[in-house]
């Protein structure tokens, strides 16, 4: 199972919007809803910011949106803020009942 | 709250075997699928295997199948992963997280560290 494909860096200054695209199959991101979204701080465990391609987690600020279109799903930080700063992974359900990760986009807040 | 603390990781030799712990708390166990999911140091995540809530059912990640058995003792709130065989390469943060159903891993532990040398 190929990882999914992620841009490696993504920056913004604050206040403006980013986003992030997880690229993977028909075999998972396309062909299931089951598309997460973490941050995760530097020695810190991820943290779950969206679940099934569009849902918040309750907490979880409403700056923070993920959308699926086809094989790709993003995504959006709007009014970057500097604590978005961290690594972001994407992860999906796939056809062989496991679950697969992205590669990894480090945000950078300018 | 819900609270996932894993135990169990350490400097071992390879192909020597260790056998992580996760002790869960502030939620019903048995109701959620439970992951394995490692981060070798500087590394992105890579998800290592996941278990029914019922323990039955069990799916592993291509470099780990054969080597690695994930289990749970639901009367015990504990998941366990089994490691033979240890690599080089399994060096990583090991880290459990529970779901449910198809969903990808939500809550997360803290992770232990392996470390697989000589």
Redesign the interface.
């Known amino acids: 199972?190929s990882?999914l494909t992620q841009p490696a860096s993504v920056s913004g200054s604050p206040g403006q919007s980013i986003t992030i695209s997880c690229t993977g199959t028909n075999s998972d991101v396309g062909g299931?809803n089951?598309?997460?979204w973490?941050q995760?701080h530097p020695g810190k465990?991820?943290?779950?910011m969206i679940?099934?391609v569009t849902n918040r987690?309750s907490g979880v600020s409403n700056r923070f949106s993920g959308s699926k279109s086809g094989n790709t799903a993003s995504l959006t930080i709007s009014g970057l803020q500097a604590e978005d700063e961290a690594?972001y992974?994407c992860?999906?359900?796939t056809s062989?009942?496991?679950?697969?990760?992205?590669?990894?986009t480090k945000v950078t807040v300018l | 709250q819900v609270q996932l603390v894993e135990s169990g990781g350490g400097v071992v030799q390879p192909g020597r075997s260790l056998r992580l712990s996760c002790a869960a708390s502030g939620f019903t166990f048995s109701s959620y699928v439970m992951?394995w999911?490692r981060q070798a140091p500087g590394k992105?995540?890579?998800?290592v295997a996941?278990i029914s809530d019922d323990g039955y059912?069990k799916?592993?990640?291509?470099s780990v199948k054969g080597r690695f058995t994930i289990s749970r003792d639901n009367s015990e709130n504990t998941l366990y992963l089994e490691m033979n065989s240890l690599r080089a390469e399994d060096t990583a943060v090991y880290?459990c997280a529970r779901s449910l159903l198809?969903?990808?891993?939500?809550?997360?532990?803290?992770?232990t560290l392996v470390t697989v040398s000589s």
């Open positions: 199972q990882a299931y089951y598309v997460s973490y995760q465990a991820p943290k779950l679940y099934d987690p690594d992974y992860s999906s359900y062989s009942s496991t679950r697969v990760f992205g590669t990894g | 992951h999911v992105g995540l890579e998800w996941v059912t799916y592993y990640a291509d880290y198809l969903r990808c891993p939500e809550h997360w532990g803290q992770g």
